[in-house]
C-alpha cells in the first residue's frame, strides 16, 4: 500500500486518525426497523491491498463490533464522522479481490456450522425450484426461491434466495439454456437442518452476481467447459430445499404405483406410491394448522413471555409461524386411505400460505377456512411412508411424503382401479349411487361428537356432510 495509509487489519478503538486506501467491496442501505421505506444507516465492507471502487478514507470513529452476523473476521467497525474524509481513486495502486470464496466441500463437510459468518460461494447453477410468495416473521410478504450450484467437481449446494434476488435469477433460468449460468453469492448464511447444508440470502446484506464480468467467473468458466467431467448445462426443475419433487421422482422412471387397497394390506414398512382422489377434509376449526418455528418446522408450544423457543434448533421469536397440517381422505375405488398432509404438499395443492387463509370466515357446516376446499376432488399421486404401527392397525392415518398432480403423470401412472368419478357415494365394498344408510345413519346420530349434518326425506337419505365421524362410521 502506498506510504501514508494505514492497514484495516491493524485498526483498533486507541485512536480516531485513521487513513486508509481500499476498495468498497460491498455497500447496502440498512432500513429503519420501525419503518422500513427510511433509511437508517449506509453500511459497507471493505478491502485494502489484497463496489467495486477505491477510495481514500480518512478520520474515523472504531468501535468494537457487536453485531450477530458478521460479513468479515475482523472484530472493529469503522463510523464515519463529521470529520470523515471520503475522495474517489480513479487510478487504483492495486488490484481487487472481492471474494473470499469458501469451496463447497469444506462447507458440505463442516462438523459445525457458524451461522453467524455470512460466505461468498462461485458455482453453476444446475438445478431450480418455482418461485413462491412467503410471509415472513414481520408480516412483510416476499418471494422464497431455491437454486442448486455446483462446482467444477460437481459438489452440490442448495441455494435459497429471496426478495429481488428471485426476480434477478429468473430471466437467466429459461428452459433449454445451452450455456452455463454462473452465479456468485456475496455474503450469504450457511445453515443445516435434517443433516442437509445449505445457503441462503440474508436480508439486506447478501448479493447474487449473474455471470458477472469478473477474473473469478472468467477462470471458473473456462475450467468448467475445458473438463471433461463438467456439469451439464441443463437446468434442472427441483422442489423446495434441492428435495426432488414428485413429478422428478416419476419421471425418472422405476416407480411403481400401487393400489389403496395394496397400501392399506402392505405388511413392509417404507414408502409407497399411491393414486387417489381427495374426497374428504378431516379439519375443524383449529386443527389444520399448528404454530411452528419460524427457522425450522419444529411445532412450539406457549410462548414463554412473549417470546417462543423453538426446542429443536434453540431459537426464540416474538411470533410463531402457521404451517399446514391437515388430514385428508383418498379414495381410488379399491378402498379409501387417510392421510396426513403437511405444509410444503398442501401449499402446493392450494398455493396460499396458512398464514395468508387463517382469518378467512369459515362457510356453514364447515370447521376450517373454504381456500383448503380447492385440494377436494384433485386426482392426485401421493408417496406415503408406511409404518410399523399402520402395519399393525394401531395408527390408521399415513403421512404423504410427496405428491404430484402433474395431469399427464398422473394418468400415466395410475392403477386400473383408478375411479373417474369417485365423487360416488362411498360404501365399504366399492361404490353405489344408492345404498342403504340406515346404520351409517344411526351411528351418526348417537355420536354426541359428531359434527354432521343429515337431511332425511322420505327415509332417503339426500345429502351427508361430515368431518372426521364419517370415517368412524364408514368403518364401522
Known amino acids: 500500500m502506498s506510504e501514508g495509509y494505514d ?24 432500513p429503519n426497523r420501525y419503518n422500513q421505506k427510511e433509511i437508517n444507516s449506509i453500511k459497507m465492507v471493505l478491502q485494502d491491498i489484497k463496489e467495486f471502487k477505491m477510495y481514500t478514507m480518512s478520520n ?5 463490533k457487536m453485531e450477530k ?5 475482523n472484530r472493529w467497525t469503522l463510523n464515519f464522522s463529521h470529520r470523515t474524509v471520503v475522495v474517489r481513486v480513479e487510478n487504483p495502486s492495486f488490484s481487487l ?3 473470499c470464496l469458501k469451496p463447497i466441500p469444506e462447507l458440505l463437510a463442516a462438523e459445525k ?6 460466505l461468498d460461494i462461485i458455482g453453476e447453477v444446475v438445478g ?7 410471509i415472513t416473521s414481520k408480516g412483510k410478504e416476499t418471494k422464497h426461491m431455491v437454486v442448486v450450484i455446483a462446482d467444477l467437481d460437481n459438489n452440490n449446494l442448495d441455494c435459497v434466495l429471496f426478495g429481488d434476488m428471485v426476480d434477478q435469477i429468473v430471466p437467466h433460468l429459461e428452459d433449454g439454456r445451452v450455456e452455463p449460468l454462473i452465479v456468485v453469492l456475496q455474503f450469504f448464511k450457511p445453515s443445516r437442518w435434517n443433516d442437509k447444508v445449505s445457503v441462503q440470502s440474508h436480508f439486506d446484506v447478501s448479493k447474487i452476481h449473474v455471470n458477472p464480468d469478473m477474473k473469478e467467473v472468467h477462470d471458473f468458466r473456462k475450467s468448467l467447459l475445458g473438463s471433461v467431467t463438467s456439469n451439464s448445462v441443463r437446468i434442472s426443475q427441483v422442489s423446495g430445499h434441492g428435495v426432488q419433487s414428485g413429478a422428478a421422482e416419476l419421471k425418472r422412471g422405476g416407480v411403481v404405483v400401487k393400489s389403496i387397497e395394496d397400501a392399506l394390506n402392505s405388511t413392509e414398512e417404507g414408502p409407497i406410491w399411491i393414486g387417489g382422489t381427495i374426497v374428504s377434509i378431516n379439519a375443524d376449526n383449529n386443527d389444520w394448522f399448528y404454530k411452528s418455528c419460524r427457522k425450522c418446522p419444529k411445532k412450539v408450544e406457549t410462548p414463554i413471555g412473549n417470546r417462543y423457543e423453538c426446542s429443536k434448533c434453540g431459537h426464540t ?3 410463531a409461524s402457521l404451517r399446514y397440517k391437515v388430514e385428508v381422505m383418498a379414495y381410488d375405488g379399491t378402498g379409501s386411505i387417510t392421510m396426513l398432509m403437511w405444509d410444503r404438499e398442501t401449499t402446493q395443492l392450494i398455493g396460499r400460505q396458512a398464514e395468508q387463509i387463517k382469518d378467512e370466515d369459515c362457510l356453514e ?3 376450517y377456512p373454504p381456500t383448503l376446499d380447492n385440494m377436494m376432488d384433485k386426482k392426485l399421486l401421493f408417496k406415503i411412508n408406511v409404518k410399523t404401527a399402520n402395519i399393525n392397525k394401531h395408527d390408521q392415518v399415513y403421512t404423504i411424503m410427496k405428491i404430484c398432480d402433474d395431469e399427464d403423470i398422473v394418468e400415466k401412472n395410475c392403477p386400473m382401479e383408478f375411479i373417474s368419478n369417485p365423487s360416488d357415494v362411498l360404501t365399504e365394498n366399492g361404490i353405489s349411487n344408492s345404498m342403504d344408510v340406515s346404520a351409517t345413519v344411526a351411528n351418526l346420530k348417537s355420536d354426541n361428537n359428531s359434527q354432521c349434518s343429515v337431511d332425511v326425506v322420505e327415509d332417503s337419505v339426500t345429502s351427508l356432510k361430515c368431518k372426521t365421524p364419517i370415517r368412524r362410521a364408514l368403518n364401522g
Open 97 to 99: 479481490e472481492p471474494f
Open 317 to 319: 421469536h416474538g411470533s
Open 128 to 134: 431450480k425450484d418455482d418461485p413462491r410468495d412467503i
Open 69 to 73: 452476523i458478521k460479513t468479515t473476521r
Open 113 to 118: 456450522l457458524d451461522d453467524s459468518q455470512l
Open 60 to 64: 474515523f470513529i472504531v468501535v468494537n
Open 7 to 30: 492497514m484495516l487489519m491493524n485498526v483498533n478503538a486507541k485512536k480516531l486518525e485513521w487513513k486508509f486506501q481500499m476498495y468498497v467491496v460491498r455497500i447496502w442501505e440498512n
Open 365 to 367: 357446516g364447515e370447521g
